[in-house]
């Protein structure tokens, strides 16, 4: 079975641009989680949503970040403009249910570098 | 609110030796607790969650780990570990009645010597 997958893999860009990640969670689950992992605060929750409805986005750092679901086949987290600060690896996650029993399932993440 | 403490940010150990990872959480509600591994380049994969029942719960790979209520722990353990254990090791709780949020431990990166 195919796990989560996202895209892309590695984005190099420059302080400015606008940033698109993408996830394709695990078909049937509908729970979707976006993280970003930095050494300095170790992985953070941004957003998670439940049956394509975002639930909690609490952890999104600032306006410049959003998130979007359209169905239950994929997601993105756009990050317009783009700051040197938001170099991290952002990993996408989905889990079968909405319950805090759930095991999560982790894409390989993208690993962003803002110029 | 929750919070995890993993107390060591890197633990070497030779290789075929036991080795423990800690965790300490803290919480003002009942949780469930999560082991879950990193190996390099790749995402975070379950090695095993406590929700209920005996305090021991074993994982995927020989891992195990036991849950203390009275320590607020949740210590991982492994009676021999092999090269293929390098990886980064992330303690995380959620509240049992709450939302489906995860809160990680900062990790430990374990490494193997030959």
């Known amino acids: 079975d195919a796990g989560v997958i996202q895209s892309p893999r590695h984005e190099v860009t420059e302080m400015g641009q606008e940033v698109t990640l993408r996830c394709k969670p695990i078909?049937?689950?509908?729970?979707l989680f976006w993280y970003r992992q930095t050494m300095m605060r170790g992985l953070e929750l941004l957003i998670y949503f439940n049956n394509n409805v975002p639930i909690d986005d609490s952890g999104m750092p600032e306006d410049r970040f959003s998130a979007k679901m359209p169905n239950a086949s994929f997601s993105t987290l756009k990050i317009q403009p783009s700051e040197p600060r938001d170099s991290a690896v952002y990993f996408c996650?989905?889990?079968?249910?909405?319950?805090?029993?759930?095991?999560?399932?982790f894409g390989p993440g993208t690993r962003l570098l803002v110029l | 609110a929750q919070s995890v403490t993993q107390l060591d940010s890197q633990v070497p150990v030779f290789e075929e030796a036991p080795v423990e990872l800690r965790c300490n959480y803290s919480s003002s509600v009942s949780v469930y607790l999560f082991w879950y591994v990193q190996y390099p380049n790749q995402g975070l994969q379950l090695l095993l969650k406590y929700l209920s029942g005996s305090t021991l719960v074993k994982g995927i790979n020989g891992f195990e780990a036991e849950f203390n209520k009275s320590q607020t722990s949740f210590h991982l353990r492994k009676p021999s570990v092999h090269i293929s254990d390098t990886a980064e090791y992330f303690c995380?709780?959620?509240?049992?009645?709450?939302?489906?949020?995860?809160?990680f431990g900062q990790g430990t990166r374990l490494t193997i010597n030959p």
């Open positions: 995380a709780v959620s509240d049992i009645q709450g939302a489906q949020k995860l809160v």
């Open positions: 078909s049937g689950h509908n729970s």
């Open positions: 996650a989905s889990s079968l249910t909405s319950g805090s029993r759930e095991t999560q399932y």
